[in-house]
């Protein structure tokens, strides 16, 4: 349908594709010399982080027609939507509101009219203390040894944050053992008990729903460890949960008191921010974790208030749209370079592919373009030895975001310069390449002949024209960590509203959850039900296999 926002939208589009279809024909080496104020213009600060988008494939009238597009299709509304509390998750009938759960005290914050900043400080202030007690011995286990290690359970949304978090941040203080469990592969449960004791083993269920198969199975399993271990009065005090739903937590047996409640306006994917993050929270000590909160709520403010210009979240949106769309390529690697956030890529996969892997728009039409991308990754330097051969030479271009840190305390003082050399390397290779004409005179100066070097040239040619965003923190702390989480939830965020689609909902992954729990039924010896001729002989085969 024609209206004049459509025909602002659909303006906006075309003059990305013009834009892209340009782009081709400009490597982006020799953008910098056609446009002096490239660097400038693509390098911005936000909450302590340094974006660089000028290695990037657009040009700055590419950027320009990205910033049009962001305004045509109401990002700022929808922003100001968001922050307000309004019902952005409509399928679900919520608001969606983490930035409230990081919002310093004293906010007055409201999810759809209903003030929610006084019963997020209350939940605060509750973390804190089972944070604070078990950490100065004040809350005990059941037979007066003080917890040493924390047991957290959870899978998803209820698991990668809290996960990526202690790992990221637990040399500030890792006198505390916290390990998680999320498969309901017993493999997982069985190696992350090996060598813990109940009697100083704090165990801390989390799921939104209370429902998920995997978290069940895995707190069932937990639970009947300490029980074996201190019986069923003392097994309770080394229990709690963490719910949207406590209601089916205390239902599960936690004592009531060891419930911490969030909220249903909390995405799972967004919820590290809330009680979620209750065992890094004492695990690191909850100031640390305040940390973490405040550098969120910077980068918040950041989203909130700096022109689209040199908003980063809508800019690192910009640069994934103008691949996506603009360019169709179809994935995108993630690289941490910094071992401690090497679960940063199966942290952004669920952000990204749950929130915005979708072909139906918030209007229930097939969306007019393509939605999310692949993402994958691994810590830098480790992937360079793994996939980068297909990032530098592969026939796909694959865009890289590449994180790195000016300083680092660990380890040996010129291990960090060695790690920064290759993050730069990378980027300026993937973008430099290397033409067959150099290649050619290298071989010919080693003296092979000219159908060796025929054949050994092309082979040695790096393309080169590879685009790389580059996200710059001083150093690896809670706050650079706390930005940089919230900057790519704000990203997946612009780039929802754009694609016109509903970024909080995750109906795709309910079908195979509900055929689980029927087929768990058959394997366990209830009646077989119709299936395709591969899953009945499989059922048949597996039945009763199990054990
Ligand atoms: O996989 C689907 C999902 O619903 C995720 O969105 C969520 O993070 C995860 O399951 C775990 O859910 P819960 O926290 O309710 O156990």
Not at 234 to 251: I, N
Not at 482 to 487: I, K
């Amino acid at each position: 349908m024609s209206t004049p926002a459509a025909d602002r939208i659909a303006a906006a589009w075309d003059r990305l594709d013009r834009a892209a279809a340009s782009s081709r024909l400009t490597p982006i080496l020799d953008r910098f010399a056609a446009e002096p104020d490239r660097l400038a213009r693509l390098t911005v600060e936000a909450a302590g982080l340094t974006l660089d988008l000028a290695k990037q494939s657009w040009s700055l009238d590419g950027l320009d027609a990205v910033l049009e597009l962001v305004r045509a299709s109401g990002v700022e509304a929808a922003r100001d939507g968001l922050f307000g509390g309004a019902i952005v998750n409509r399928s679900e009938g919520r608001a969606v509101l983490h930035s409230a759960l990081r919002a310093p005290d004293g906010s007055d914050l409201h999810a759809d009219g209903v003030p929610v900043s006084a019963e997020v400080e209350a939940g605060r202030h509750r973390m804190r203390a089972l944070a604070d007690g078990v950490r100065d011995g004040t809350i005990r286990g059941a037979t007066g040894n003080a917890f040493k290690a924390i047991l957290h359970i959870g899978i998803g949304g209820s698991d990668l944050g809290p996960r990526l978090v202690w790992e990221a941040l637990k040399p500030l203080d890792p006198s505390i053992d916290l390990r998680f469990v999320a498969n309901v592969d017993g493999a997982e449960i069985v190696q992350a008990l090996t060598g813990l004791d109940p009697e100083t083993t704090l165990v801390i269920a989390v799921s939104k729903t209370f429902t998920t198969l995997e978290t069940l199975a895995n707190a069932e399993a937990a639970r009947d460890w300490l029980r074996a271990g201190l019986g069923e009065d003392g097994a309770r005090l080394h229990f709690a949960a963490v719910s949207a739903a406590p209601e089916r937590a205390v239902a599960f047996g936690v004592n009531p008191d060891r419930v911490f409640a969030f909220w249903d306006w909390v995405g799972g994917r967004f919820s590290i921010w809330s009680a979620v993050g209750l065992s890094c929270a004492v695990a690191l000590g909850y100031d640390v974790f305040q940390r973490f909160l405040e550098g969120a709520a910077a980068m918040d403010r950041h989203f909130a208030q700096a022109p689209l210009e040199a908003n980063a979240p809508v800019l690192l949106a910009g640069a994934h749209l103008f691949n996506r769309n603009g360019l169709g390529r179809a994935a995108r690697a993630v690289v941490p370079y910094a071992q401690r956030l090497r679960l940063l890529p199966a942290f952004l996969q669920q952000l990204e592919m749950e929130s915005n892997g979708k072909q139906t728009g918030t209007d229930g039409r097939p969306v007019a373009r393509p939605t999310a991308t692949v993402v994958f990754g691994d810590a830098g330097t480790n992937g360079q030895h793994a996939f980068f051969q297909l990032l530098h030479q592969g026939v796909d271009v694959i865009p890289v975001d590449l994180v790195g840190f000016a300083a680092s305390d660990e380890g040996p003082a010129d291990m960090h310069a060695k790690l920064t050399a290759n993050l730069l390397a990378q980027a300026e290779a993937l973008m430099i390449g290397r033409s067959e004409a150099d290649v050619r005179a290298e071989l010919t100066a080693k003296g092979l002949s000219p159908a060796e070097i025929d054949i050994l040239a092309p082979q040695r040619t790096f393309p080169g024209n590879r685009p790389t965003s580059l996200i710059l923190g001083e150093r690896l702390s809670p706050e650079t960590l706390g930005a940089l989480l919230a900057l790519y939830e704000h990203k997946t965020f612009v780039e929802g509203v754009i694609w016109g689609i509903n970024s909080f909902d995750q109906w795709g992954v309910e079908l195979g959850k509900t055929l689980a729990v029927r087929l768990l039924d058959e394997l366990e010896g209830g009646s077989r039900r119709a299936h395709d001729p591969s899953t009945t002989a499989l059922v048949a085969r597996l039945a009763g296999a199990h054990r």
